[in-house]
T-cell receptor, first 116, second 112 residues
Framework: GAVVSQHPSWVICKSGTSVKIECRSLDFQATTMFWYRQFPKQSLMLMATSNEGSKATYEQGVEKDKFLINHASLTLSTLTVTSAHPEDSSFYIC????????????FGPGTRLTVL | QKEVEQDPGPLSVPEGAIVSLNCTYSNSAFQYFMWYRQYSRKGPELLMYTYSSGNKEDGRFTAQVDKSSKYISLFIRDSQPSDSATYLC????????????FGKGTKLTVNP
């Protein structure tokens, strides 16, 4: 149980284009999902908290107009990187909060974004 | 002082060794403690979840929490090459924000 998927697993795009990443909770409903960014050999950096049916809460320093988050249902959240630039290249990981016995976050497998 | 401190390693041990991974923290509001395992280019996988001081065992893994010292540990017995990964400690406070605060991760290599 508590499986989270992400799609795509990797994507290469040209500078200036937009990229959408999907995060799905497969066997549970998640009212809260989280989006992280991870640079090589570094820990996870929380970008935003996504609540179903409401606006996302962004961490300080994260541009909400650049990283658009939509949590349209209890099993799906999307992150759109708009007008991507090479410095946006990174590993993006989502997690979903599961109200199981552990009440903690379960992570997706991550999406590697490369912007040329 | 960072909220969560974790030695990034790298840590290299022979197969069968007992591995000890540790984190210290400064925020006494942290009540829930987790250990995640992350293989290269993969998302973190939850290994252990604890919310009280003491030990919790699951197979070859034992999580230990000492709230008085603000210190948590993960022990791996009979380590295997498949345990080679980065181990992240994470913690959060009770109520309020659901944000997890992560350590930097310790890279472990178990040599056959």
């Amino acid at each position: 149980g508590a499986v989270v998927s992400q799609h795509p697993s990797w994507v290469i795009c040209k500078s200036g284009t937009s990229v959408k990443i999907e995060c799905r909770s497969l066997d549970f409903q998640a009212t809260t999902m989280f989006w992280y960014r991870q640079f090589p050999k570094q820990s996870l950096m929380l970008m935003a908290t996504s609540n179903e049916g409401s606006k996302a809460t962004y961490e300080q320093g994260v541009e909400k107009d650049k990283f658009l988050i939509n949590h349209a249902s209890l099993t799906l959240s999307t992150l759109t990187v708009t007008s991507a630039h090479p410095e946006d290249s990174s590993f993006y990981i989502c997690s979903a909060r599961a109200f199981t016995s552990t009440d903690t976050q379960y992570f997706g497998p991550g999406t590697r974004l490369t912007v040329l | 002082q960072k909220e969560v401190e974790q030695d990034p390693g790298p840590l290299s041990v022979p197969e069968g060794a007992i591995v000890s991974l540790n984190c210290t923290y400064s925020n006494s509001a942290f009540q829930y403690f987790m250990w995640y395992r992350q293989y290269s280019r993969k998302g973190p996988e939850l290994l252990m979840y604890t919310y009280s001081s003491g030990n919790k065992e699951d197979g070859r893994f034992t999580a230990q929490v000492d709230k008085s010292s603000k210190y948590i540990s993960l022990f791996i017995r009979d380590s295997q090459p498949s345990d080679s990964a980065t181990y992240l400690c994470a913690m959060r406070s009770q109520g309020g924000s659901e944000k997890l605060v992560f350590g930097k991760g310790t890279k472990l290599t178990v040599n056959p």
